[in-house]
Structures are given as C-alpha cells and as structure tokens.
C-alpha cells in the first residue's frame, strides 16, 4: 500500500504528522476515506471520529468540527479539537453530556438549543472514542 503524508492541527498542538495508507472522516456529505492520489478537495467536517491507517493497523480519534484539505503532497485536517481514545476525560464528558442533555430537556429561556445539541454531539462522540482504548 503506498503512503502520504497526514498532518492533523489543533489550535494548540501538532496533533499528527506522518506517513499512512489511508485516513476516513466524517464529512458533511458523508464519510470520506482519502488514499494516495486522490483528487484534490477542501470539505468541512462533523464532529465525528478520524481513522487513521498505517501499516494495515487502526487509530483513532475524536475530532470536532474542522476541515479536510486533500493536494498532492499532503492531506491536512484542521479541528477545534482533537483527542485520541486515552487522552479523553470520561468524567468531564459525562458531565458535559448531561449538561447538554438538560438544557435540552428544560429549554430555559434564551437558550441556545443548536448550541446545547452541538455540546451533546462533542460529549457522546468523546464517550465513544473512549471506549476504544
Ligand atoms: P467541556 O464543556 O467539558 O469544556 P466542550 O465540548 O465544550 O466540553 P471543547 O470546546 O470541544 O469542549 O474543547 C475544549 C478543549 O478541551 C479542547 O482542547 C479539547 O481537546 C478539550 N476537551 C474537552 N472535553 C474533553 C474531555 N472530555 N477529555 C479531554 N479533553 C477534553
């Protein structure tokens, strides 16, 4: 399998760079599994998980809203945020999940529901990719 170059940024870290087969995200279309020679593109994401495969094995990670940018020498992801499975705060994502989960259950007035449901997708995407230690 031939390999390309994947540099995954975060506002405040590097948070991958390397060679790899293959890497599959979340797209607003859909998902999208980018390999060697794909055609170029920008797409914005989901919040969702990365797949990251490099020597026939998985990795993977929460990501945030961001973007995908596939060019010839490189496919870059640019993401609010970015964890892998061990870095996750279980108790802070739980915590965040009910807090979202109530504010959309009591609709306080003012609230910011797209907002609240946004924080709800973060929390459970996280809590999945815990699980994936
Ligand atoms: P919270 O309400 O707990 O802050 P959030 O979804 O609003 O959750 P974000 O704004 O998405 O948090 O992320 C802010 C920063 O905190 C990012 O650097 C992100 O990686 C980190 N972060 C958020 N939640 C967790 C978590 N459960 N475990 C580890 N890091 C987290």
Redesign the pocket.
């Known amino acids: 399998m031939t390999n390309f170059p994947l540099e995954i940024v975060?506002p405040?870290r590097m948070f991958f760079s390397g060679e790899v087969e293959s890497v599959i995200v979340r797209g607003v279309d859909g998902d999208l599994a980018v390999l060697k020679n794909r055609a170029p593109l920008v797409t914005p994401l989901k919040i969702g998980k990365v797949r990251i495969i490099i020597d026939g094995k998985e990795k993977v990670a929460a990501l945030?809203s961001g973007y995908i940018k596939v060019s010839k020498e490189k496919t870059t992801i640019i993401s609010?945020?970015?964890?892998w499975p061990e870095?996750?705060?279980?108790k802070?994502?739980e915590?965040?999940k009910k807090?979202a989960e109530k504010r959309l259950k009591e609709k306080p007035s003012g609230i910011d529901t797209k907002r609240a449901e946004l924080?709800l997708r973060?929390?459970l995407n996280?809590l999945d990719v815990a699980k994936m230690k």
């Open positions: 975060t405040d945030c609010d945020s970015a964890e870095e996750i705060d279980i802070r994502a915590e965040a807090r924080a973060r929390a996280r």
